[in-house]
């Protein structure tokens, strides 16, 4: 079947716009995660959904980041007021219920702020 | 907080060859998984291998295998038959085995093989 998809593939934004990343989880899947990929920070997880609910948010980094679920499916990271730091690759990943453990990524959004 | 750590940022080996990365990890719980993710240019993560802490096997998928060294919070993956296509970047990854079921990755391994 298909597998987890992000939208766009790449983003170049100026300094204080706002963007929007999407991302399509595998069908049936209940569990959804983002994740950051920086060069200086590696893998950072930022949150993590089960259904249309967020019981972890911890890694979210700043008050410009938020992120919703809809429909226990497709969800939307946004950032608000992109700052340079923010230039990373955005991934998404998403899980069944059983079994909990295997996690399956997209290809990722990487976001570059000029 | 758990932390994975993986202390070799490059390797090299030569098609054929075995080679094996390392990873240790810190961590408090005694239940919890392991994983072996790999990262081609691509940027598509894909599972290379998982472990449970709480099986005494270690794992193996084909040419790959880990050495699962609980005492010690060491996961080791060897890949043997080195090919081509498996050069990429490989992480290390820790996930608890209740509760928020995020992964911690590692900073990663980066794999070539030379023909």
């Known amino acids: 079947g298909a597998g987890v998809s992000q939208s766009p593939s790449n983003k170049v934004t100026e300094k204080g716009k706002d963007v929007e990343l999407r991302c399509d989880p595998i069908?049936?899947?209940?569990?959804l995660y983002w994740y950051r990929q920086s060069l200086g920070q590696g893998l950072e997880f930022l949150i993590y959904f089960q259904g249309n609910s967020a019981p972890d948010k911890s890694g979210l980094p700043s008050d410009r980041f938020s992120a919703e679920r809809t429909g226990g499916s497709v969800s939307t990271l946004t950032i608000q007021r992109t700052q340079q730091e923010d230039s990373a690759v955005y991934l998404c990943a998403s899980s069944s219920d059983r079994p909990l453990y295997e996690q399956y990524f997209g290809p990722g959004t990487r976001l570059t702020v000029t | 907080a758990q932390t994975v750590t993986q202390s070799q940022p490059e390797m090299s080996v030569q098609e054929a060859e075995t080679v094996t990365l390392s990873c240790t990890y810190d961590?408090?719980?005694?239940?919890?998984?392991l994983f072996w993710y790999k990262q081609p240019p691509s940027r598509q993560m894909i599972l290379v291998i998982r472990?449970?802490?709480?099986?005494?096997q270690n794992a193996t998928e084909n040419r790959f295998s880990v050495n699962f060294q609980k005492a010690a919070k060491s996961f080791s993956l060897k890949i043997s038959d080195s090919q081509l296509g498996d050069a990429a970047m490989y992480f290390c990854a820790y996930r608890n085995w209740g509760g928020s079921e995020k992964l911690v990755f590692g900073k990663g391994t980066k794999l070539t093989v030379n023909p």
């Open positions: 961590t408090s719980e005694s239940d919890y998984y």
């Open positions: 069908s049936g899947h209940t569990a």
């Open positions: 472990q449970e802490a709480y099986k005494q």
